[in-house]
């Protein structure tokens, strides 16, 4: 197939983004109201636990989903959250395979996922399949645009996608049990039970669930023929346990241990007459911490241990794989605030240890890789309008050296009159050192490898605007229950727009005949523009409307490449759509949450020719969530429509995903106080 974007329709797609860049729209999801709390000031509220995103990244684009949507997509993974309200696209290869993320024309190991501040991708593979986090798990969750290498370590090049489970609070003397029940289209069934404990001195928390899905849905085959999907049925089980005791008032030790099998049928291709392939993935990841605050310091320690199993057959070719993956992080550190009457001083200091093993049951052989960093942040707030942070990271690898300084900074451009204009830059060193499957793997591993090595450059500017006749609604914790009222009406308009450029050299990618190998192959540069648009309208207790668009232009082409005449110079890099865009309209009616996201996915090239690609999709899709208090217990019910108008497309070729389908799951919570 020849290309299949004329310049014309590159125009008016290019002339469609920019109306979306400056439009008075919005997506929910970058609305800073929370069910936790009262939003009154504009001030970037704290979105994480880690102050590394708190403190040091402010002059880093980072993207917080709310409460709510957390709430509607409760019964679904994290890839179908990310697809539809986040601008960040999610190579997903069909319906129970891998879904991987691609930050600004970034590959998927240079796209890192962090659990609670460690880092949790395959040690083998350096990918986080994001089909495998369920998001009922999270309490929340945030996404980092950009290059941060000196604060998060190797393969931070294009973003990171963190999340992070709330102990309960203490003192609270509650005890808390929830049951919940899901059914959704082609056979989906799911149970889970919550429970939640409070004391002075001691909390926990557990949360497990079991799912059970037959994915029998209808497609279209290469033929034009209709057929039902075969060697699809998923089954697996979670489950997350949080445990936390308070020393003293000063020291608290915390434990989670998170565990979850998932058994995977893989249906066949569109080139496939059948499938028996089946894949198995175990993932057992403990993390203990320990914590001490003082009037101007924090001390903390953390050690985690990660082990990944997969096992993957295919009877049909007689092939099998097992493989085990060990991982153990360690890190310590303090941060110390000093606070003057013109300004204020933040520092962090912090040594990561990360050991990583590979064992590969099938041919019987063992890698390692080890990294060790010293790493230190400052950041230091001018008055009330500059505030500039700076990192540096000396990181080890394989007693291979690398220095990785950073800078950011935002400014307060004007905070008067309800309007309140902030700009922000941000400069990385980046790299990414080569997996262990890259260096090792048999047949076709190459140990020759050099690291991914460049520099990130990011610029952008925010929008606040807010006219009121006082404050916006308070809710409690975990409920959706209305208990305080501040206002009768409010309206909040957010825009941000980000432009962005990397250069990467010696890119690494599998290339070969009956054996591929990895290898250094070109220098590739991305650039690019992204908006997030948000408008909140607060008519009364009752009643309030958001409206939203978020838009992304992504230009990421191969500048020079080892390969003599592959026609990739000038070209797109392979799955990287140039347009993106997502819009939602939703309201709340006293306990009812109605939203419509509809997204847009451009052309995906598949050859580093651009001679193929695949054909531009938009989908549409609607939750619903309602909470009642019942007497002091919370009911709760989630429905979910996707792909409402039964579009027919592919994300990856040849791996067809399914039409319309809903969800619709039920729970109610016990409080004892």
């Given at each position: 197939m020849n290309r299949l974007v004329s310049t014309n329709l590159i125009i008016r797609k290019a002339a469609l983004l920019m109306v979306m860049l400056f439009s008075f729209t919005a997506v929910h999801a970058q609305v800073t109201d929370t069910l936790k709390g009262v939003e009154i000031k504009d001030e970037k509220p704290k979105t994480s636990n880690?102050?590394?995103?708190?403190?040091y990244s402010q002059g880093q684009l980072v993207y917080a989903i709310d409460t709510v949507t957390l709430k509607q997509y409760q019964f679904q993974s994290m890839a179908n959250l990310l697809s539809q309200q986040v601008p960040v696209f999610v190579k997903s290869y069909g319906i129970?395979?891998?879904?991987?993320?691609?930050?600004?024309?970034?590959?998927?190991?240079?796209?890192?996922?962090?659990?609670?501040?460690?880092?949790?991708?395959?040690?083998?593979?350096?990918?986080?399949?994001?089909?495998?986090?369920?998001?009922?798990l999270m309490n929340k969750v945030n996404v980092i645009y950009g290059s941060s290498s000196a604060l998060w370590g190797s393969g931070n090049v294009g973003g990171a996608l963190l999340v992070e489970n709330d102990l309960p609070d203490f003192d609270t003397g509650a005890f808390s049990q929830s049951i919940s029940a899901v059914m959704g289209s082609f056979g989906n069934y799911r149970a889970g039970l919550k429970s939640a404990l409070s004391t002075n001195r001691f909390v926990a928390s557990a949360n497990v669930?079991?799912?059970?899905?037959?994915?029998?849905?209808?497609?279209?085959?290469?033929?034009?023929?209709?057929?039902t999907m075969t060697n699809a049925k998923m089954q697996s089980g979670v489950g997350l346990l949080q445990a936390g005791y308070k020393l003293n008032d000063k020291n608290t030790l915390s434990f989670r241990g998170w565990y979850q099998q998932y058994y995977r049928e893989i249906p066949p291709a569109l080139f496939e007459s059948a499938s028996a392939k089946n894949q198995r993935d175990e993932s057992l990841r403990l993390l203990l911490n320990w914590k001490r605050n003082t009037d101007k310091s924090i001390y903390y320690a953390k050690a985690a241990y990660i082990r990944d199993f997969m096992w993957y057959r295919d009877s049909l070719i007689s092939v099998e794989s097992k493989n085990i993956t060990d991982q153990v992080y360690v890190e310590a550190g303090i941060k110390r605030s000093t606070f003057g009457a013109k300004d204020n001083n933040y520092l962090m200091i912090f040594i990561p240890v990360q050991l990583s093993r590979m064992d590969r049951l099938s041919v019987g052989d063992t890698k390692t890789q080890s990294k060790y960093a010293l790493a230190a942040a400052y950041a230091r707030q001018f008055g009330t309008r500059v505030l500039l942070s700076a990192q540096s990271r000396a990181e080890v690898v394989d007693n291979n050296g690398y220095i990785l300084p950073g800078i950011n900074a935002t400014y307060l451009l004007h905070s008067?009159?309800?309007?309140?204009?902030?700009?922000r830059a941000n400069v990385q060193r980046t790299y990414r050192v080569p997996t262990l499957n890259e260096l090792y793997y048999s047949p076709g591993g190459n140990p020759n490898l050099k690291p991914e090595k460049?520099?990130?450059?990011?610029?952008?500017?925010?929008?606040?605007?807010?006219?009121?006749?006082?404050?916006?609604?308070?809710?409690?914790?975990?409920?959706?229950?209305?208990?305080?009222?501040?206002n009768l009406s409010h309206i909040r308009f957010e825009h941000d727009l980000s432009v962005y450029n990397r250069v990467i050299n010696d890119w690494i990618l599998w290339f070969g005949g009956a054996i591929w190998t990895p290898h250094n192959i070109s220098q590739v540069h991305s650039r690019g523009l992204q908006t997030e648009n948000a408008l909140k309208y607060v008519v009364n207790k009752n009643l309030e409307f958001k409206l939203g668009v978020n838009g992304s232009y992504t230009l990421a082409t191969t500048m020079s490449s080892y390969i003599p005449n592959d026609g990739s110079i000038g070209k797109q890099i392979p799955y990287t759509p140039r347009f993106m865009a997502q819009s939602n309209i939703g309201f709340k009616w006293k306990d009812i949450y109605l939203n419509y996201n509809h997204t847009y996915t451009g052309v995906r090239y598949i050859t580093t020719d651009e001679s193929y690609g695949l054909k531009e999709y938009t989908l549409g899709n609607i939750q619903l969530l309602y909470a009642k208090d019942v007497q002091g217990h919370i009911l709760q019910l989630t429905a979910q429509c996707n792909n409402v108008w039964n579009s027919e497309y592919v994300v990856v070729n040849a791996r067809p995903m399914p039409g319309i389908n809903w969800l619709v799951g039920l729970s109610f919570t016990f409080s004892t106080p």
């Open positions: 880690d102050e590394r995103i708190n403190t129970n395979n891998v879904a991987t993320l691609n930050f600004r024309g970034a590959s998927a190991a240079q796209s890192q996922v962090y659990w609670n501040g460690i880092p949790i991708s395959n040690a083998a593979l350096g990918i986080s399949d994001v089909s495998l986090l369920p998001v009922s669930f079991g799912q059970t899905m037959n994915n029998d849905f209808r497609y279209k085959d290469a033929d034009d023929k209709e057929q008067r009159y309800k309007l309140r204009v902030t700009l460049g520099w990130n450059e990011d610029v952008g500017y925010s929008i606040v605007l807010r006219r009121s006749r006082g404050s916006v609604y308070h809710a409690t914790n975990d409920s959706l229950k209305t208990v305080e009222v501040y």
